[in-house]
C-alpha cells in the first residue's frame, strides 16, 4: 500500500528544519506583543494546534498554515522558515511614505536593555574594525564577555562605538541605536561576580571567554525607520 501524505505537511526539505519553526514562531509573536490566543485568532487555528507548532521540534504544517501564521503576525511565510537566515537584513523594498524618527535618550536605553547581539568599533592597526559580540546591560553599561588576542578585547582602555539594531524586512521598518564611550577590562572579583549573574546569555562562539568588557556610555544617539500608512 502506498503511504499517504496529510497535504497539511511539508518535508523538511523544503526549506524549514525540525525546531527551527516553533522558535521562529514564538519570537515573532513577542516581537508583535501578542498572546498566544490572539495570534491564534487571527490565524484562524485552535491555539492548542499554535502551542504544538511552537512547542514540539518535529511540527512541520503546511504552507497554508504557514501563510496564515505569516500573516498575523505581519511577517512573510520567507522570514517564518528560515529562507533568508543567511541574507542580510534590509534587503525588501523601502515603505511607500518611511518616517525617519530621532529617538530620545530614554527609547535608547529602552532598545538597547532588551539583550542580544551588538557590534562593537575598535581601534586597529590597519584601521578601526567592528566586530559582533554578545553583550548586556548592568547598571547601564553594555558588558561583554572576550578573550585576550581577539578583536573585542582590543577595545580595553580605548574609546570605542558600539551599535545595536534590529531590521523588519516585512515591514521595511527597523531602528537602531549608536552609542560612544570608554571600554576598560572588569577585574573586580565582586564585580565579575555581579556581572555573571545578570548578564543575558554566554557568547555564543564558545570556548574560554573571561574577559569582561564594560563599556560606559559617554553620548547616546538612535533613529528609527517606519511607514505612516
Not at 526539505?13 to 516553533?22: I, K
Not at 514562531?25 to 485552535?46: F, I, K, N, W
Not at 541574507?87 to 539583550?115: K, Y
Amino acid at each position: 500500500m502506498t503511504k499517504q501524505t496529510s497535504p497539511n505537511l511539508v518535508s523538511p526539505a523544503e526549506g524549514l528544519r525540525p525546531g527551527d519553526l516553533g522558535r521562529r514562531l514564538a519570537r515573532r509573536r513577542a516581537e508583535a506583543g501578542l498572546t498566544l490566543y490572539e495570534t491564534a485568532a487571527r490565524a484562524g487555528v485552535p491555539p492548542s494546534y499554535l502551542q504544538y507548532l511552537e512547542e514540539c521540534p518535529t511540527a512541520l504544517p503546511g504552507t497554508g498554515v504557514l501563510r496564515k501564521l505569516a500573516g498575523s503576525l505581519g511577517t512573510s511565510l520567507n522570514e517564518l522558515t528560515g529562507g533568508r537566515a543567511d541574507l542580510p537584513a534590509g534587503l525588501g523594498q523601502a515603505a511607500r511614505a518611511p518616517v525617519f524618527v530621532e529617538l530620545s535618550a530614554q527609547e535608547c536605553r529602552a532598545l538597547l536593555s532588551t539583550h542580544g547581539v551588538g557590534r562593537v568599533a575598535v581601534p586597529d592597526i590597519s584601521g578601526p574594525a567592528v566586530v559582533p559580540v554578545n553583550y548586556s546591560v548592568v547598571d547601564g553599561a553594555i558588558v561583554f564577555r572576550t578573550a585576550p588576542g581577539t578583536t573585542p578585547w582590543r577595545a580595553v582602555d580605548t574609546q570605542v562605538a558600539f551599535e545595536v539594531d534590529h531590521v523588519d524586512d516585512a515591514l521595511s521598518q527597523g531602528w537602531s541605536v549608536l552609542v560612544r564611550g570608554h571600554a576598560r577590562a572588569v577585574t573586580d572579583p565582586d564585580a565579575v561576580s555581579r556581572l555573571e549573574s545578570q548578564t543575558y546569555s554566554a557568547p555564543w562562539v564558545g570556548g574560554r571567554r573571561d574577559v569582561w568588557v564594560s563599556i560606559e556610555p559617554l553620548s547616546m544617539t538612535g533613529r528609527r525607520i517606519m511607514s505612516s500608512l
